[in-house]
């Protein structure tokens, strides 16, 4: 089993819809949670972190169920603009005694006229 | 705006040659990360750096791969001889510590011929 992982999609939605994404994790010592954005033959760009008690920034919120090992990203009222890949990140302590960062491969968004 | 700063863009070269890509992370950031990607690949960590030192080079082949830090302010992943195989965008990203977000460079488009 993957240490993260996410549907990649697409999925493809009209503009104007609410869309959520879920990635799971494995790991439950997971401390840290993003949410990146990747445009196509782009780098990976932050969109937000993920804190205990869920967090909003506009259109979107992310949230976090430690108990189910799940993050979640809502983006609401979608944009043609909002069309990317969106990446999880998932970080943890390991065995050699420093941080583990795990990137999930993606959940591919097309927003459609 | 401090930006990740990657060179070069893009590199075109035969098989056998050796690449060096070039990476100055965010004054100040401690953790570097070098990263590949491919059509077919997600992310793959090649290399971690936390303080100059190697932390994590688990994902890089070590036969024809190597990865340093001569100093704080640059990051280099040397291909030695290339092969087709090793045709990918390489990203390099820095963060102040693991525990937080990274921010990624432009990343260099490697074409092996």
């Known amino acids: 089993r993957k240490e993260v992982e996410q549907d990649p999609g697409p999925f493809n939605v009209p503009e104007g819809a609410t869309v959520a994404f879920n990635c799971t994790y494995s790991?439950?010592?997971?401390?840290?949670f993003f949410w990146y954005r990747q445009d196509c033959r782009k780098e990976p760009k932050l969109l937000m972190s993920?804190?205990?008690s869920g967090n909003e920034d506009g259109r979107f919120t992310a949230q976090l169920n430690r108990a189910s090992q799940y993050i979640s990203l809502l983006i609401r009222d979608s944009k043609l603009s909002d069309s990317a890949t969106y990446l999880c990140?998932?970080?943890?302590?390991?065995?050699?005694?420093?941080?583990?960062?795990?990137f999930g491969t993606g959940t591919k968004l097309q927003v459609i006229p | 705006d401090a930006r990740v700063t990657q060179t070069p863009r893009h590199k075109v070269t035969e098989m056998g040659q050796e690449v060096t890509m070039r990476c100055q992370p965010i004054?100040?950031?401690?953790?570097v990360f070098w990263y590949r990607q491919t059509m077919m690949q997600g992310l793959e960590l090649l290399a971690y750096?936390?303080?100059?030192?190697?932390?994590?080079d688990s994902g890089m082949p070590k036969d024809r791969f190597s990865a340093e830090m001569p100093d704080a302010t640059l990051a280099t992943l040397k291909i030695q001889p290339s092969e087709p195989r090793d045709s990918a965008v390489y990203f390099c990203?820095?963060?102040?510590?693991?525990?937080?977000?990274?921010?990624f460079g432009n990343g260099t488009r490697l074409t092996v011929t």
């Open positions: 990140v998932v970080n943890r302590p390991n065995s050699g005694g420093y941080q583990k960062v795990t």
């Open positions: 790991n439950s010592a997971s401390q840290s």
């Open positions: 993920v804190y205990s």
């Open positions: 004054l100040g950031h401690n953790t």
């Open positions: 750096f936390r303080n100059r030192a190697p932390l994590d």
């Open positions: 990203a820095s963060a102040p510590t693991a525990w937080e977000a990274l921010h």
